[in-house]
């Protein structure tokens, strides 16, 4: 069973950085497509960006840019670096995993990031 966890949500002012991470357990190798989804209070739930099998990369255009997604395959994390931060940002960031980039069956617990004015 593949088991998400992420970590480096918080608090910061726009403008402000802060990098994501998503653990992978019971899953060894390349062989996922991984992303990063987000979900603001009243909104759905929005791909950010994706990273497929070989690296490649796809961004929303809202934060094309300004984020970066990447992965290490030797500690089985997944990143997302996330620069020029600002209010509408704010919400629940998830990460997710699937071995195809269309869907996803396999989600973390949610990290909150939350960008003041």
């Known amino acids: 069973q593949v088991q998400l966890v992420e970590s480096g949500g918080g608090s910061v002012q726009a403008g402000g950085s802060l990098r994501l991470s998503c653990a992978v357990f019971?899953?060894?190798?390349?062989?996922?497509?991984m992303a990063w989804f987000r979900q603001a209070p009243g909104k759905e739930r929005e791909r950010v960006a994706f990273?497929?099998?070989?690296?490649?990369?796809s961004y929303a255009d809202s934060v094309k840019g300004r984020f970066t997604i990447s992965r290490d395959n030797a500690k089985n994390t997944l990143y997302l670096q996330m620069n020029s931060l600002k209010p509408e940002d704010t919400g629940e960031y998830y990460c997710?995993?699937?071995?195809?980039?269309?869907?996803?069956?396999?989600w973390g617990q949610g990290t909150q990031v939350t960008v003041s004015s």
């Open positions: 997710a995993a699937g071995f195809g980039c269309r869907t996803y069956a396999y």
């Open positions: 990273i497929d099998s070989v690296g490649s990369t």
């Open positions: 019971g899953y060894i190798g390349s062989g996922l497509c």
